[in-house]
């Protein structure tokens, strides 16, 4: 079987497959108020049996759990979503339909939206509802607080509910038939570092609790109950990957560095507090791109000056004074706010996107720059602008940053001077004009994902055309070059926050190039570390220029790929 692999590893164990009986629903009726008695009694179990199951989360599963159940607290919380509950009660309907029918509109509407994380936030949903409608009807769930062995979690969907209450230390794997990479079982899989792969689909006709399972969190590849050989031979793959894992967590205690010892900055990627853990674990030099548009689109609502203070503040202070980069708001393309509401555009991608629909709504740019001079005073900030494809664009940006700092000292607010301010170059006009550009901030950061999107009119998440969508494509990596030239000409670092700064066939070329700063997700920090330390600075000099010069994007590639393995 095949699924999507969204934690790496390889692993092989039994399975304990949940349980998802359908629903007996009863038509019985007793009264208003005594369904609605019901319902509350329930909503009361199940609140406060969260909180419980939150506290126990942050002591065995960690914080990233210990938030998603939280978020479950506040919907239990949530009177726009009780309401219509109490008010089905009214008109006649029991209190476990009630439930299931009210709690379905909401579920529908967030699966219909099309940013896949929100869509994944529907799987909270039918969590609680789940638990309500449970209590209601007094069903139990399995419990898995106490398991005798290491077992793989099997379901259709893992709710958190029983993630968080389950022996993690006994937790080998973990496999879901729903799900995409956003899900909170991948995010939990990735947070607990164990092995996982969801979006199975037909997995749970073809399991049973007790199988024997090997599967990679990598490729996504599923075996059940597979032949002696074929565990041995998985066997023999896993003391390889344990090895290799053992030889790389070395590498976290170390600043990245090249054989002739050069220093690398090395920095992650985060979308909010909770991936900074991982970031730092791996020993970063910082946070090299804090997408500060997830915390739009885990609400309801758009976050307030507060909400972002909160998370910016967290970010800045965990990390001490090692420098944290935030990206201003890049809603548009591929991710919607509902809260905005924005029309649907023909090319979201070549729309209203990032800094163009912070000029069309001033007033929600200006609450997120207010918060960030806010964080500014708890550690070393830095703030960047996406999606900046004109002088204008910046200028005005910047004339948005100092009318904000005008209104925080009128109000005896304090924020930190000499904040730098810095542009993402992910459109070819600004690589073309990028000593301009260099003229006017304090430092670039190169998104590949766009850039290449850009440069090569590829759609980056569009699966018919995604053969021509390549970074190692030449006339990619002369946009890199530009930018790179157009940064020092003037003085200022030029850093990379994009995929291809994670890549560690990319890395040569970007020494070669002399690129200052590497921004990646986690997962890739110490597996770049170590490609560093397997390179020299001059070597990569002299393949960087042969390169620049071929001509397709599979022969620059194959090209790297040797200088890579010859070096391993
Ligand atoms: C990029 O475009 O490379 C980038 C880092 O931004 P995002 O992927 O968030 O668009
Ligand atoms: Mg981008």
Request: glycine share 8%.
């Amino acid at each position: 079987m095949h699924g999507q692999g969204v934690s790496k590893g390889l692993c092989y164990a039994k399975v304990h497959v949940l349980e998802d009986k359908p629903i007996q629903f009863p038509t019985e009726y007793a009264s208003a108020q005594a369904e609605e008695k019901k319902f509350r009694d329930a909503l009361a179990d199940v609140l406060s049996e969260t909180e419980e199951m939150k506290e126990r989360a942050l002591c065995t599963v960690g914080k990233e759990a210990a938030e998603i159940l939280d978020a479950h607290c506040s919907l239990l919380k949530d009177e726009g979503m009780l309401d219509p509950i109490s008010e089905s009660i009214q008109d006649g309907t029991n209190a476990a339909q009630s439930v299931e029918n009210a709690m379905n509109t909401f579920i529908e509407m967030f699966e219909g939206m099309e940013n896949e994380y929100m869509a994944q936030r529907a799987l909270d949903l039918k969590d609680i509802k789940d638990r309500l409608i449970r209590r209601i009807l007094h069903i139990k769930k399995d419990d898995l607080s106490n398991l005798s062995e290491m077992m793989i979690l099997a379901g259709e969907d893992i709710a958190p509910s029983i993630t968080a209450g389950m022996d993690t230390e006994h937790l080998a794997g973990m496999l879901m038939e729903l799900g995409g990479v956003t899900s909170h079982t991948a995010i939990l899989a990735r947070t607990l570092d164990v092995p996982a792969v969801v979006g199975a689909s037909g997995l749970m006709n073809e399991i049973k609790t007790g199988d024997m399972i090997a599967f990679d969190g990598e490729t996504g590849e599923i075996m059940i109950n597979p032949t002696s050989e074929e565990v041995k031979q998985f066997q023999e793959s896993m003391k390889k990957q344990k090895e290799e894992k053992e030889k790389l967590k070395l590498f976290s205690m170390r600043r990245a560095e090249t054989k002739d010892h050069q220093q690398l900055n090395v920095c992650g990627n985060i979308g909010g507090t909770d991936d900074l853990k991982k970031v730092m674990e791996y020993g970063a030099d910082g946070v090299g791109l804090f997408r500060s548009e997830f915390l739009f689109l885990v609400s309801a609502s758009l976050p307030t000056e507060e909400q972002q203070l909160a998370a910016y503040k967290t970010v800045l202070e965990e990390i001490k004074d090692k420098p944290v980069i935030v990206r201003t708001l890049d809603i548009g393309g591929d991710k919607e706010v509902k809260a905005l509401g924005l029309k649907k555009e023909e090319n979201p991608f070549l729309g209203l996107r990032a800094i163009r629909l912070c000029q069309a709504k001033p007033e929600v740019f200006h609450t997120q720059l207010r918060a960030l001079l806010r964080a500014s005073v708890y550690g070393n900030l830095q703030i960047m602008f996406p999606m900046i494809s004109s002088l204008q664009e910046l200028r005005w940006a910047k004339e948005q940053l100092e009318y904000c700092k005008k209104q925080l000292e009128e109000e005896q607010i304090p924020y930190k001077q000499n904040i730098k301010v810095g542009i993402m170059i992910e459109i070819p006009a600004t690589a073309v004009m990028a000593r301009q550009f260099a003229a006017e901030c304090d430092f670039f950061s190169i998104g590949t994902n766009d850039l290449t999107q850009y440069t090569l009119a590829v759609d980056r998440g569009n699966d018919d055309v995604a053969g021509l969508y390549s970074y190692f494509h030449p006339a990619v990596l002369r946009m890199i070059e530009m930018a790179i030239e157009g940064a020092h000409a003037q003085g200022i670092p030029c850093g990379m926050c994009g995929e291809a700064a994670g890549n560690a066939y990319m890395l040569p070329i970007l020494i070669g190039l002399g690129l200052d700063e590497y921004s990646m997700t986690a997962s890739s920090i110490l597996e770049l570390k170590q490609a560093a330390s397997r390179i020299d600075t001059a070597e990569c000099k002299e393949l960087a220029a042969r390169v620049m010069r071929l001509g397709t994007w599979d022969e620059v590639r194959t090209e790297l790929e040797k200088f890579v393995a010859e070096r391993n």
